[in-house]
């Protein structure tokens, strides 16, 4: 138990750590692509609204949408030496008239000559264009006074390298940080799951002592009820009186048994168990009880099947599950066995299966939840204290095994593999 509850706190911890720390570095990576675009964006488009040229001082003719104080922060004394763009001019037929090289040393007049064309024969009049070595270039399409057609491109391919750089780091950082949290949680989750597990122990032990406690007045009251019998013959009410008592030492030792079983959960020793012979000599135990009741029992075991298991605890696991369906099998119904290799010999597979009519109004995930009766008034005709498939989920649990519950066309089965 201390395994699987310091799993999931680790699993939850490193959850939320997993997506705080994602939504934080996202952030962070996308508001600074965010600025970089920005600003890589603004200065393209004041080149183009200055005939292709950087701007040395602000007019309001030119620059409607920049104030002069934002003008006067995007553009310095340096910004025409430290800028790096082309522009190219073509007429109304979408001929290229000029090249303006003088600010760029890494394109040529082809090179620049096609990244135009291709900017004009598209419907955008912005966009980026990268190439094959890395680089990248923002481009900007506006119109002449005679008509023709000015593409302007800013290299950005520094500027946005930064951004690539931000992300590499911050995914690095995030890794690393990622797995020393991990490291670190894990090293203190006992100790953060120490209080629940004491509680849990607590509570197991004041279930087997209150157990034991119980049994001795349970067994006085019995003895006396008897007595009583003996003395001044039956009656409905000595009837009542042990027929209670009976029922709550059933409930009693179901509650030891279920304590019994988490306690020993994970210390079990494997041991190599012939399967085939087990479930034989289980399922045959409860023939006479299934045919008094006017069932039919009908098997089909694999021969010569064998498990490194716990051998007690498999036993145990099958008669939950057989005593479950005898005793919810439809009237005159049918119980079937199945065990033989699952998944290419990989597993085991177990399968009990009963007549139950009723299924279909009823929920089948809430089977394994302890103390769960379908007849929630518990006057079931039925006995039973909604533990028995509960504790058949913990066997499963302890031999490493999964169990399912199915209704389908009137029949019930529970499906184990080992």
Not at 17 to 37: D, E
Not at 339 to 360: H, I, Q, T
Request: aromatic share 8%; glycine share 6%; net charge neutral.
């Amino acid at each position: 138990m201390l395994k699987k509850l310091q799993k999931k706190f680790i699993v939850i911890a490193m959850t939320v750590v997993f997506v705080v720390m994602s939504a934080v570095l996202g952030l962070i990576n996308a508001i600074y692509y965010s600025h970089v675009f920005n600003e890589a964006n603004e200065r393209l488009v004041m080149i183009a609204n200055n005939s292709g040229d950087v701007p040395t001082k602000w007019d309001s003719t030119h620059f409607k949408n920049l104030t002069e104080d934002e003008f006067n922060k995007l553009v310095t004394p340096e910004t025409r030496y430290e800028t790096r763009y082309f522009t190219v001019i073509a007429d109304t037929s979408g001929t290229v008239t000029d090249v303006n090289l003088g600010h760029i040393a890494s394109i040529d007049e082809e090179t620049a000559t096609k990244y135009a064309t291709e900017a004009l024969s598209s419907d955008a009049t912005t966009g980026i264009k990268y190439t094959e070595d890395g680089s990248s270039y923002m481009y900007v399409v506006t119109d002449e006074d005679d008509g023709g057609k000015r593409v302007t491109y800013l290299d950005t391919t520094a500027r946005f390298s930064t951004t690539k750089v931000l992300f590499n780091l911050s995914t690095g950082i995030g890794l690393a940080s990622y797995a020393v949290i991990f490291i670190l949680v894990y090293v203190f989750s006992k100790r953060a799951i120490k209080p629940a597990i004491e509680s849990s122990e607590k509570q197991k032990q004041f279930i087997t002592n209150a157990g034991h406690e119980l049994k001795t007045p349970l067994a006085i009251i019995s003895a006396n009820t008897e007595v009583l019998e003996m003395t001044e013959g039956k009656n409905e009410w000595t009837e009542s009186t042990l027929a209670q008592v009976q029922r709550l030492s059933g409930l009693v030792n179901a509650l030891i048994s279920m304590s019994r079983m988490d306690e020993k959960n994970g210390k079990s020793q494997p041991v190599d168990t012939n399967v085939s012979k087990l479930t034989t000599e289980t399922v045959n135990s409860f023939k006479s009880v299934i045919s008094t009741q006017g069932k039919t029992l009908e098997t089909k075991i694999e021969d010569d099947i064998h498990l490194n298991t716990n051998k007690d605890m498999l036993r145990e696991l099958i008669n939950i599950l057989m005593d479950n369906a005898a005793k919810y099998c439809d009237d005159g119904g049918r119980i079937s066995v199945i065990l033989g290799r699952a998944n290419k010999g990989k597993n085991v597979k177990f399968v009990v299966k009963n007549d139950y009519k009723d299924g279909s109004s009823v929920d089948c995930s809430k089977f394994f939840e302890r103390f769960y009766r379908n007849d929630e008034s518990h006057n079931s005709k039925k006995s039973g204290y909604g533990i028995g498939l509960s504790m058949a989920e913990g066997l499963t649990q302890a031999l490493k095994g999964k169990i399912s519950v199915a209704w389908k066309d009137g029949v019930i089965g529970f499906t184990v593999l080992l």
